[in-house]
């Protein structure tokens, strides 16, 4: 696996009058794990699509550098390494979205292979039979698919998704609609991920896994990014003393998240009066970036 950096500048995504994200900034460096929080809406799943490569910004640069050996600290500055098109990213990205693309009446094994395929790749058995052990799947390696639970088939999107070995790997809501023992299961087949150095980038709304999994969050409020619990930002906007981002704990993202929620929005989708109390609703946090013109994912 090449490690590989992300990084965007300026970023926004239109779909006609709609704007879903406005403004980003970010860098997500190699073997960083990161969770995107905020409300239905908010334009998490947007950015996860142009992360994947799936979705072309309507503005903005976004750029993807792979690299031979560890990626050196940028200390901010423009990447060096060797810059990936949005094809060769595709190859470098495993991506788990809402549904899980597996094929029902194949059995795991086959629908592993299957994937691995689609990328050029022929596995060894022992290669497969590795991955599906780690999702604790290798007693059922041979059945159809579609007799498996939610929790074994999102477990083998998972397989599928890094069967071609890439070093980056995005979930859209991954514990979405599975029991606490499957998601504890689930929890701990991306610890092992994450231990193997990949970047992990999630979306969830539960905080408790985002503190589990993460090293930092990015929270995303009607298209913009408003505060990044456990990020580099964080101790920059400290020194100025805005407060802007809570500790990266699950207590300081369900507080900050419920203020956002608490700031609603107007009936045109307009970024709502300014409270001005210089917490994550307010004018320090909303860094000036300009009027949100909607809220909501990529219709």
């Known amino acids: 696996m090449s490690p590989v950096l992300l990084q965007g500048a300026g970023i926004e995504k239109r779909f006609g009058r709609v704007t879903a994200i406005r403004g980003l900034d970010f860098e997500i460096r190699p073997g960083e794990s990161v969770a995107i929080l905020g409300a239905n809406g ?6 996860l699509r142009i992360l994947a490569g799936l979705s072309r910004p309507s503005s ?5 550098h792979a690299f031979d050996a560890p990626a050196p600290d940028s200390g901010g500055r423009h990447a060096s390494g060797r810059r990936l098109s949005r094809d060769a990213l595709r190859g470098e990205i495993g991506y788990v979205g809402h549904a899980t693309l597996l094929y029902g009446e194949l059995t795991a094994r086959e629908n592993l292979v299957f994937a691995a395929g689609l990328h050029g790749r022929v596995p060894e058995r022992r290669r497969i039979d590795a991955i599906l052990a780690d999702a604790r799947l290798a007693d059922v390696a041979d059945l159809r698919v579609g007799t498996f639970s939610r929790g074994m088939a999102q477990r083998l999107a998972i397989a599928r998704a890094i069967v071609h070995e890439p070093p980056v790997l995005l979930l859209d809501e991954p514990f979405t609609g599975l029991d606490e023992t499957s998601a504890d299961r689930l929890s701990n087949q991306l610890v092992r991920l ?3 150095g990949r970047t992990l980038i999630l979306i969830t709304h539960h905080p408790n896994r985002a503190v589990e999994l993460a090293d930092r969050a990015l929270v995303l409020h009607r298209g913009e990014i ?3 619990p456990g ?3 964080r101790s920059d906007r400290e020194a100025d003393g805005d407060g802007c981002d809570p500790e990266f704990t699950a207590e300081g993202l369900r507080e900050l ?3 956002l929620a608490a700031e609603g929005s107007s009936p ?3 970024a709502p009066e300014d409270p001005g109390d210089g917490g994550p609703g307010g004018a320090a946090c909303r860094r000036a970036t300009g009027e949100v013109t909607t809220e909501g994912d990529a219709p």
Do not use: Y
Request: glycine share 16%; charged share 25%.
């Open 231 to 233: 990020g580099p930002a």
């Open 42 to 47: 908010a334009g998490k799943s947007t950015l």
């Open 268 to 270: 045109n989708g307009d």
């Open 226 to 228: 408003r505060a990044t």
């Open 60 to 64: 903005g640069v976004f750029e993807a």
């Open 257 to 259: 998240l419920a203020r």
């Open 194 to 196: 994450r231990a193997d």
